[in-house]
């Protein structure tokens, strides 16, 4: 992933909606979602501020998988809701109404990398679907996955938890860092 001067690398960090809402009514997706979320956000303002010899490192942007929106982009304004996705049966309710597997397909095509960090059940249908290009994709998912990344040649980062955590947030600036 090296850049050049004039064009930084573009980078999609997704993940998707938490049960802490941080606005009621309208707001940016960004601005919506607390909680696990926040750790995500985190990353992409670090890595979206981040120079390195002088220059841009890369564009980070924020996308998040919404229960009532489907794949939504972090400055696209949607509103507040209730029942956020938590199962497998969940995630394949609001597939079948929205399509984010499709919308997130299309959307990271535009995309130098896609750093993944869903739960589990999500990130499998994500294999099944075939939704990320091989070889541009960090994926911070649980060890089932780990030889599947790798057969992928993505990276693979454990997931513990809902969260990102700390040490892969280091890991993938780091990674990104390197490559710019």
């Given amino acids: 992933m090296k850049t050049d001067k004039a064009n930084p690398k573009s980078i999609l960090v997704l993940t998707n909606d938490s049960t802490v809402f941080l606005k009621k009514g309208l707001a940016t997706a960004f601005e919506m979602f607390?909680?696990?979320a926040e750790e995500v956000k985190k990353l992409v303002a670090r890595l979206d501020t981040a120079k390195k010899d002088g220059r841009k490192m890369c564009d980070a942007y924020y996308g998040v998988i919404s229960t009532r929106f489907g794949y939504v982009h972090g400055d696209h304004v949607i509103t507040?809701?209730?029942?956020v996705m938590s199962s497998r049966e969940d995630y394949e309710r609001v597939q079948k109404?929205?399509?984010y597997i499709?919308?997130?397909?299309?959307?990271s095509i535009y995309f130098d990398m896609?750093?993944?960090?869903?739960?589990r059940d999500m990130f499998a249908m994500m294999l099944e679907g075939d939704t990320f290009l091989r070889g541009k994709v960090i994926?911070?998912?649980c060890p089932d996955f780990e030889e599947e990344c790798k057969k992928r040649n993505w990276i693979y980062l454990e997931r513990r938890g809902a969260r990102l955590g700390k040490e892969n947030a280091e890991k993938i600036f780091e990674l990104i860092k390197g490559e710019s």
Wanted: proline fraction near 4%; include cysteine.
């Fill in 97 to 99: 109404e929205k399509d």
């Fill in 34 to 36: 607390g909680g696990r």
């Fill in 80 to 83: 507040s809701y209730s029942g």
């Fill in 114 to 119: 896609v750093i993944v960090c869903v739960p």
């Fill in 139 to 141: 994926a911070v998912t």
């Fill in 102 to 107: 499709g919308q997130v397909k299309q959307a």
